[in-house]
């Protein structure tokens, strides 16, 4: 019986075995595992992305205030050139009238014109036609006058048919000048009108070619927006694609531990096997690390504070020296104050090893679990060492790309970064 019971468990040993050599056979491939060195060069190239991209914007920034200035600037001067094309407006009806006016009083003058020269040429054909029919002359008119009373009246009679010929002409005359100086006058108004016009226009001009060099300049701002945006896109980019490195080679690492662990547990296994052929086969066979199965339910790992600097998620870097995709949550503590462990597990990380999170303590939870405390001052606990939920494993510190003393605290869920607060 008791050789039945031998052959039984050498067997069940045997499947056992099987089972964990499967489970490493089947469990995803593991691609080559980044040197630490290599991940604090990615490390140090994402953070160097970021702060490019960091100056990078602010020149953006900077270019898209000039950028405002001068389209204000522009719209400034179109105001100008309206205003200005408003005169112009203005000066061009003025023009137009004083031309219509310059016209009518052209026209008077010419009927004055001719009206003088009507009335000259009937004076003259009335001193032709006394000449011609050999009338008397004025002395004549004068010497036949029968008593003084006669010789006044034909005196008189004879002075006022010439003043009213000479009167006639000299008031056609005077009217003409004084249309003439209306004109003259009308005349000039039109020319300080045009004088007016053309230095507004003048001025319309140099706006005009003002607002093409405003945006002109505006153009080339433009198109340096446009490859500013482009720089900025592309280093954003890199520094997505310098964390995704990163993150793939935590997988990779975890995975690695993950493959060390069932290989030790199969070594385990059989050298429990190869103890029960040789002993009396009453003992029962143990995997080890029951104990670093965690409970799935973590505690707070800074118990002095609970103050969270920094969420999970998107985050503008801080100092230019950390992600901007922040992978867990910051929670702001006194130089030196104690840190626990969330879980029981295993340590599988403890010490700087240029990763960026400084002094860094990862725990084995188990089940895919894991759980990241960086930026330590000093570590408590040693790789490989089993803790248990609430055990001190280090002291709040700022090493690191660190900006002032706290406690990055990360959940990670099969290497997958994961919202920690939905865990405690």
Not at 199 to 205: F, G, I, Y
Request: charged content about 20%; glycine content about 10%; proline content about 2%.
């Amino acid at each position: 019986m008791a050789g039945k019971e031998h052959k039984a468990k050498k067997i069940l040993s045997s499947i056992a075995s099987l089972c964990i050599a499967a489970a490493v056979v089947l469990s995803p491939a593991v691609s080559t595992v980044y040197a630490a060195d290599d991940v604090a060069t990615l490390k140090q190239k994402q953070a160097e992305y970021a702060q490019q991209k960091k100056d990078n914007d602010a020149k953006l920034s900077q270019l898209r205030q000039d950028k405002s200035q001068k389209e204000a600037y522009k719209e400034t001067l179109v105001s100008q050139i309206s205003t200005l094309q408003n005169q112009i407006d203005t000066y061009n009806t003025q023009i137009q009238e004083l031309d219509a006016n310059i016209l009518k009083t052209q026209q008077e003058i010419a009927g004055k014109q001719k009206d003088i020269a009507a009335n000259t040429e009937k004076l003259k054909q009335r001193l032709c036609a006394l000449y011609m029919s050999g009338g008397a002359s004025n002395l004549e008119i004068l010497l036949s006058a029968e008593s003084v009373m006669d010789l006044a009246d034909k005196t008189e009679a004879l002075q006022m048919v010439t003043e009213h010929d000479t009167a006639l002409i000299d008031t056609l005359k005077a009217d003409m000048a004084a249309v003439k100086k209306q004109k003259d006058a009308i005349e000039q108004n039109r020319q300080d009108a045009s004088t007016a016009k053309t230095a507004v226009s003048e001025k319309q001009n140099e706006l005009s070619g003002l607002v093409s060099e405003a945006q002109s300049v505006i153009d080339d701002m433009a198109s340096t927006e446009s490859n500013l945006q482009s720089v900025s896109d592309s280093l954003a980019q890199k520094e997505e694609e310098a964390g995704k490195a990163v993150d793939q080679w935590y997988k990779e690492y975890e995975a690695s531990e993950q493959k060390k662990k069932v290989e030790a547990a199969q070594q385990a296994a059989q050298n429990q096997s190869g103890s029960n052929d040789g002993g009396s086969g009453g003992g029962s066979a143990s995997t080890g690390g029951g104990s670093a199965i965690g409970s799935g339910s973590m505690m707070w790992p800074v118990p002095s504070c609970t103050t969270i600097t920094s969420p999970f998620g998107y985050r503008d870097s801080p100092g230019g020296i950390g992600s901007t995709n922040h992978k867990g949550v910051d929670i702001g503590a006194s130089y030196g104050a104690q840190i626990v462990a969330a879980d029981s597990g295993v340590v599988v990380q403890a010490g700087d090893n240029g990763w960026g999170y400084g002094n860094l303590v990862i725990i084995d939870h188990g089940n895919g679990l894991t759980t990241y405390y960086g930026h330590m001052s000093s570590v408590a606990v040693s790789s490989g060492q089993t803790v248990a939920k609430g055990q001190l494993i280090g002291y709040v510190g700022s090493t690191g790309n660190s900006t002032g003393p706290h406690c990055h605290f990360e959940v990670r869920s099969n290497g997958t970064a994961v919202d920690p607060m939905g865990y405690v």
